[in-house]
């Protein structure tokens, strides 16, 4: 038996959708999954293929109707028949893993890029602070010479050692 099905809402991409479908497909051990997030009259939608025998279908589409991802927003949920191929669950996990993969890698490089600006503007502060330093520290020196002086001669005066 074979079922498509579209999942709409103003929130139901980037909230963990598909993996989430994909937990529930394994866990019902349907050999033949898909999920996919699409754009419709520019409405956020995952739309999902499944086939399996008949029970494993009827319960994949229970736990649709009763389940979602904490931080989906869902608006309607159609349930559709299906004609031609669904791809196998184990193609479709590493087509998956692939585009995440994707994801984490432009995420770290725009975190590298940025981490390259933070270095370059604490090399800009630290010069700013050593500067800073040499600026003041020669007085202090002086003030600081003074004082220890002027102590020796109070010591003095009053007998100490």
Known sequence: MKLKIKITGPNVHEVG???F??????SLEIERFTAFNRREDGKQAVVSTV???EEQVAAFKEFVQNNRPELAEVS????LD???NVMRIEA????????QLNKGINAILRMDGKMEQMLNKQDRTIEEIKGLREDIQPGFAIQF?????????IKERLGMP
């Open 17 to 19: 959708y598909r993996t």
């Open 51 to 53: 086939e399996g025998s």
């Open 82 to 84: 299906l004609e031609g």
């Open 92 to 99: 479709y996990s590493l087509l998956n893993t692939n585009e």
């Open 145 to 153: 010479r003074q004082m220890q002086a002027d102590i020796r001669a």
């Open 76 to 79: 309607d949920t159609a349930f």
């Open 21 to 26: 479908l994909m937990g529930a497909a394994l």
